[in-house]
């Protein structure tokens, strides 16, 4: 894992192109602390830079940027190929010739042989750009289902890009401006959707997206997309065909040449790969998770008996208000983007890296796709409740208008904006996973934009810019954590906070190979609630780990910010006594204070 970034450009900033860059590289050494790079193009059109953390051949010749021998080509690469070592092997046999064993030079001799079709073939998570010095042209492209990050500016012919949305800020070329689209989105779910960003001007490149910059102008294509291509299957052989694409894609992920480790959590799906990954190589594996004094959150005890149950060197923290108020000044300088998420993970990502471990593997992505959530029951009651109330014209505009201003929760107030549209299940997806109403997000927005868009909801149906034809409602939902919830919040702040401690966190349930081998199972199959199949597939799973009540991996922020925390939290202004309850409103509002007077110095 690694910090990319550059400076693509025709006639400007040629005189201080090595001072810009070198600016971008100090600002992602965090993410490298094993190495680093920067490459100039000679006529001053291209600048890349990269920090590495070394997994695969650790040694110099894995350094970047690289080239190939001509100097034609070099690339700055973020992230792991896991099947590097076939298309490896492929490319022997077709007489190439490799100076390291790593998966960068693999991604640049497949590049120089197939453009941009080298991406149908890469098995991983991955964001990297290709610059080609003789046709003066820049390829950039981000894994299918985004988990590797890539940001990007652009003012006429230049071309910013980085890792993370600091590092393009720290360029000093983009002009810090809240984005309108990126704040509403952050009010209204709780992260920044993408393409947004929440400077005005950057973008995120969207999973499943190649770019491709020339002098003239740069174009974007869509190469990869979530879809759910029903097959004709029975059970026993979904339960096979789920069994095999686990234990290949871990198997995958396990691939690196320094030891792996894997957060545990205490729930089925980082069991699973616990479980599995236990299968799969000889050496002790290495466990982590946090505990806590409040025993009502407390699942460091489930952890530690799954680490001795399949035989696992278990560490564990524990964290209380004391300690984990003096980690929140880092966490906080740690953020790229706010969300509603990421403290978790920055606190056991340090654990880790405190025991000296480089990679982790976890276990996020088994609930989007195997119904682990409770969207999956709510949602489809929401739509068929909105579609019985939509048969008595204006019943559900009346009632929704009336909740939506005069509801008793927060809650209320979004399910009124929920009916006051077309039911579908976007509409129920964001008013379930909601943080504030339409009507609260404009009037908190108000205090850091001023714009009668707001008003007019213009950016309200931000979702529909998900929406797929799928071929049931339980697979729209599916496709909605997977590519709002998932993607926008958990992958991102599993990055960052993850890489703020120098270490790579992989996600084998976030697979494009295990995607595709599951995706065909039918929906009643697959979206079996309380993740059945996925159950079925693993029956090393002990039968106190299932039978235990669902529950999502959570601190105990409520109690701790109106206790130790208050300084932080209590200096948080809202218009129209808009409610700061339940706590993560609260707690979304302070952090996205924080982040604004950090980066708008």
């Known amino acids: 894992m690694c910090g990319i970034a550059g400076i693509l450009t025709v006639n400007q900033y040629q005189d201080v192109l090595e001072t810009i860059i070198r600016r971008m590289q100090t600002a992602i050494q965090h993410r490298g602390?094993?190495?680093s790079g920067i490459y100039i193009s000679p006529d001053k059109q291209a600048a890349l830079a990269h920090t590495?953390?070394?997994?695969?051949?650790?040694?110099?010749?894995?350094?970047?940027?690289?080239?190939?021998?001509?100097?034609?080509?070099?690339?700055?690469?973020?992230?792991?190929?896991?099947?590097?070592?076939?298309?490896?092997?492929?490319?022997?046999?077709?007489?190439?010739?490799?100076h390291s064993q790593t998966d960068t030079e693999v991604i640049l001799k497949l590049y120089q042989k197939i453009a941009y079709n080298c991406v149908e073939h890469l098995q991983g998570m991955f964001a990297f750009a290709i610059w080609d010095d003789w046709e003066k042209t820049c390829f950039l492209a981000r894994d299918p289902l985004g988990v590797k990050p890539l940001y990007y500016w652009q003012a006429g012919s230049s071309l910013v890009?980085?890792?993370?949305?600091?590092?393009?800020?720290?360029?000093?070329?983009?002009?810090?401006?809240?984005?309108?689209?990126?704040?509403?989105?952050?009010?209204?779910?709780?992260?920044?959707p993408e393409p947004y960003t929440l400077i005005e001007g950057i973008h995120c490149l969207a999973a499943g997206h190649w770019l491709y910059w020339r002098p003239a102008g740069v174009s974007?294509?869509?190469?990869?997309?979530?879809?759910?291509?029903?097959?004709?299957?029975?059970?026993?052989?979904?339960?096979?065909?789920?069994?095999?694409?686990?234990?290949?894609?871990?198997?995958?992920?396990?691939?690196?040449?320094?030891?792996?480790?894997?957060?545990?959590?205490?729930g089925i799906d980082s069991t699973t790969v616990l479980a599995l990954a236990s299968q799969a190589q000889n050496e002790q594996l290495q466990t982590y998770s946090l505990a806590f004094?409040?025993?009502?959150?407390?699942?460091?005890?489930?952890?530690?008996?799954?680490?001795?149950?399949?035989?696992?060197?278990?560490?564990?923290?524990?964290?209380?208000?004391?300690?984990?108020k003096e980690l929140l000044p880092k966490f906080l300088q740690a953020i790229d983007q706010p969300s509603v998420d990421g403290f978790n993970t920055f606190c056991v990502s340090q654990v880790a890296h405190q025991s000296g471990t480089k990679v982790v593997l976890s276990g996020l992505g088994g609930d989007e796709l195997f119904a682990g959530y409770h969207s999956f029951k709510k949602i489809p009651q929401m739509v068929a409740w909105a579609k019985q109330m939509q048969a008595i014209p204006l019943l559900a505009t009346g009632v929704g208008m009336g909740l939506a201003h005069?509801?008793?929760?927060?809650?209320?107030?979004?399910?009124?904006?929920?009916?006051?549209?077309?039911?579908?299940?976007?509409?129920?997806?964001?008013?379930?996973?909601?943080?504030?109403?339409?009507?609260?997000?404009?009037?908190?927005?108000?205090?850091?934009?001023?714009?009668?868009?707001?008003?007019k909801g213009g950016w309200g149906e931000h979702l529909s810019n998900y929406q797929k034809q799928t071929s049931t409602l339980e697979d729209e939902i599916s496709f909605l954590e997977?590519?709002?919830?998932?993607?926008?919040?958990?992958?991102?702040?599993?990055?960052?906070?993850?890489?703020?401690?120098?270490?790579?966190?992989?996600?084998p349930l976030v697979d494009r190979v295990l995607f595709e081998a599951v995706a065909s199972i039918p929906s009643h199959i697959r979206l079996a609630f309380g993740?059945?199949?996925?159950?079925?597939?693993?029956?090393?799973?002990?039968?106190?780990?299932?039978?235990?009540?669902?529950?999502?991996?959570?601190?105990?922020?409520?109690?701790?910010?109106?206790?130790?925390?208050?300084?932080?939290?209590?200096?948080?202004?809202?218009?129209?006594?808009?409610?700061?309850?339940p706590w993560y409103r609260r707690w979304s509002l302070a952090i996205l204070k924080y982040w604004w007077e950090r980066v708008s110095k």
């Open 293 to 324: 004094e409040e025993q009502e959150w407390n699942e460091g005890e489930i952890a530690k008996h799954i680490a001795k149950e399949f035989g696992a060197e278990h560490t564990e923290y524990k964290l209380t208000a004391s300690s984990a």
């Open 161 to 192: 890009f980085a890792s993370e949305l600091r590092t393009i800020l720290a360029s000093g070329l983009p002009a810090v401006n809240m984005s309108m689209q990126g704040l509403y989105g952050y009010l209204i779910s709780g992260s920044v």
């Open 33 to 35: 602390p094993d190495d």
């Open 406 to 455: 005069y509801g008793t929760s927060p809650k209320m107030k979004r399910f009124g904006d929920f009916l006051q549209q077309t039911p579908s299940s976007a509409a129920a997806y964001r008013s379930f996973r909601g943080i504030f109403s339409h009507t609260e997000a404009c009037a908190i927005a108000h205090q850091y934009i001023r714009s009668p868009l707001l008003e």
């Open 482 to 507: 997977l590519s709002c919830y998932m993607r926008n919040q958990l992958l991102r702040d599993s990055d960052v906070m993850s890489m703020a401690w120098g270490l790579e966190l992989r996600v």
């Open 52 to 98: 590495r953390l070394a997994i695969l051949d650790p040694s110099p010749a894995g350094h970047q940027p690289m080239s190939i021998a001509d100097g034609r080509y070099w690339i700055t690469f973020n992230g792991e190929i896991y099947n590097f070592k076939q298309l490896q092997y492929n490319l022997l046999t077709e007489g190439e010739q490799f």
């Open 220 to 266: 974007t294509k869509q190469y990869w997309q979530l879809n759910f291509p029903h097959a004709t299957i029975s059970p026993q052989e979904a339960k096979e065909k789920v069994r095999e694409a686990l234990v290949d894609s871990i198997q995958h992920h396990l691939v690196s040449d320094v030891p792996v480790g894997i957060f545990l959590s205490g």
């Open 531 to 581: 993740k059945k199949l996925l159950i079925e597939a693993v029956p090393e799973l002990p039968d106190w780990v299932i039978k235990r009540p669902k529950r999502g991996f959570s601190f105990p922020f409520e109690q701790w910010m109106a206790t130790e925390w208050r300084d932080y939290f209590n200096n948080v202004n809202v218009p129209n006594n808009i409610s700061l309850k």
